[in-house]
């Protein structure tokens, strides 16, 4: 039994990117599916898909590589785990990486960008940086 579906879900992720695959499947939950969401949008994924498998549900994830063959994501580490939940402020969580990476925040008005956060003025707890 997995503890921590995000967790596996970048790892999923990181690995296939690794081994220069097309496609990764994730176990599917509402969080892991948000961060998706915020990685499509900033261009880290091509697309994903929710798929149900009798009463499971899993979600096809697309990768996006350069025009080297490269993975568009250098990095994906996850910062807040079950043991340690690490919580920002909206002020901490303004800029990462002059810019080019991206927090992933749970907040109170869902899974934002540190960019989309520090604009509605939440914090929250940091499920993960990307760059």
Same mark, same amino acid.
Not at 50 to 73: A, Q
Not at 87 to 93: E, M, N, P, V
């Given at each position: 039994m997995i503890n921590d579906l995000i967790s596996d879900g970048l790892t999923r992720i990181r690995n296939a990117a690794l081994r220069k695959l097309d496609t990764a499947k994730l176990l599917h939950s509402n969080v892991v599916e948000g961060t998706l969401k915020i990685l499509a949008a900033k261009g880290y994924i091509e697309s &994903?898909? $929710?798929? /149900? /498998?009798? +009463? !499971?549900?899993?979600? +096809?994830? $697309? @990768? !996006? &590589? *350069? /025009? +080297?063959?490269?993975?568009?994501?250098? /990095? @994906?580490?996850r910062v807040s !785990?079950?043991? %340690? %939940?690490? &919580? !920002? =402020?909206?002020? *901490?969580?303004? %800029?990462?990486?002059? =810019?080019? =990476?991206t927090i992933i925040v749970s907040t109170s008005k869902g899974v934002l960008g540190n960019d989309e956060a520090h604009k509605q003025g939440v914090g929250g707890e940091v499920l993960c940086t990307v760059w």
């Open positions: &994903y898909n $929710v798929v /149900e /498998e009798g +009463n !499971k549900k899993f979600i +096809n994830v $697309v @990768l !996006k &590589y *350069d /025009e +080297n063959g490269n993975s568009v994501i250098h /990095e @994906l580490t !785990k079950p043991g %340690r %939940r690490v &919580y !920002k =402020g909206k002020a *901490d969580i303004k %800029r990462f990486k002059s =810019g080019y =990476g």
